[in-house]
């Protein structure tokens, strides 16, 4: 899940330098940035998920 | 005979003295952190700042201006759909061929000495009582010769950030006045990552998930940081909107004002909140808000008007506030210092103000008209993808590599004994040890 988590870090930053490099229309180009974002917000979410505390190993 | 030499021509000279005000900010984040770790990491704490910003110095000067780079100088570039895209400055190492002399290049390259050791400091509040000094010293160097310098060039040295307004028209490109993005936010998500590396603190969290209170061991060590980070602030804001957004020395006037009033607002607004939720007002709480506050500063500081600061302050104490309680209750990351919620919250809220509220000088322009630029926002936002989606991983992905070649956590003895003891031999307040023997009779 964490290897996961950064993917999808990686490809929402990726699909906003993909937005800004190719769309050239404002409305489309700043959709794209925010659905990259919004990959990277699942990403984190999916990190967070990622790293419990694991009880009993810091007790 | 040589004449004397010549002076420096105002506008340097006062960039000088405001990069030399930096270091109080180091001092400040210091204490902080010391503050609110235990008394008996406290002496190791102080060494580790030390060390850390020792060490980023030093990397800085080897490698890190030759990959930051300055506006106008050499560097690598790709081309992208026809437009070029600089990654990385093509400098030399040691500063060579750095003209030492006042040179806008060399005071950037002063102040990046001493940003990435502020950069640097960051995550000890996040590995305070468990983080140990050879393994943060090695972390520093990574920092300070590779991941800060990398993006500094994208944002402060002429890279691609920059470049987003002349080649797609997104505003003036990224603007970041005084290292919201490049110190605030990368030190804060540095700090997020080795929170999760280490893990939490042993005894933080019970069986079933629930988080026990480590209160800090001083809070005036902790308030007084603040203060002498007030001061840090000032010049490193101020020096950055001239160095690296052609402010002219004029704006150091407004940048005091506005630094002032993010910090003061962010700082009160979270004693209202502990006030109002707590019956009394969180002292630890209130300073990291204050420094949530500072770190929202950094971002629009030069660009904005003294309500907008307040603003910009106000809503950064709330959101430091609620980050803070909720990385400890719902994220379970231990993060004595709160630096994540402070600096990672503040300077991405920082960020994301220049692009709602910030009035840019014009380019080109002779004439002092400012003016709200459609796409900046959008500029903005990229930087922001750009620190989560390739700053959090690339600077996870180095700390847990060391992590694999050299634990960076300290072991079950140390912890249990104390940074001080087990690292140094001594602790921070000798006199304050109880000795059994002093009260058996003789």
Known sequence: MKILGFLLLVSGWAIVL?????LTEGTPRAAFVLAGIGVECVGVALLIRAHPV?????? | MSGPPPALSDTPAICLAFILLVPLAGAGLALINTGLGRARSAAQLMMSSLCVLSIAALAYFVCGFAFQGFPDQPAHWLTIGGKPWSWLADGHLFLHHVALDGSPASLAALLGMLSAGLTALIPLGAGADRWRLGACSISTALLAGWTYPLFAHWVWGGGWLAQLG???GLGRGFIDSGGASTIQAMGGLTALAIAWILGPRRGKYTHDGMPSAIPGHNAVLVLFGCVLALAGWWGLNASGAILFNGADRGVAVRVAINTILSAASAGLAAALITHTRFGKPDASLTANGWIGGLAASSGA????????AAFIGVLAGVFVTLAVEWLELRVSVDDPGGSIAAHAIGGLWG???VG???????????????ARHPGQWLAQLVGIATLIGFVL?????LNWLLDRAYPQRVSVEGERQGMDLYELGAGA????????????ER
Do not use: D, K
């Open chain 1, 18 to 22: 993909t937005a800004v490099a190719l």
């Open chain 1, 54 to 59: 694991r009880r009993g190993e810091h007790e």
């Open chain 2, 166 to 168: 002349s080649n797609y």
């Open chain 2, 301 to 308: 500081c030069a660009f904005v008007e003294p309500l907008e």
């Open chain 2, 351 to 353: 960020v994301l103000s």
């Open chain 2, 356 to 370: 709602i509220f910030a009035e840019l000088p014009l380019p080109a322009s002779t004439a002092p008209v400012a």
């Open chain 2, 393 to 397: 991983p690339l600077t996870y992905g």
């Open chain 2, 429 to 440: 307040y000798p006199e304050f040890m109880t000795h059994s023997e002093e009260f058996t």
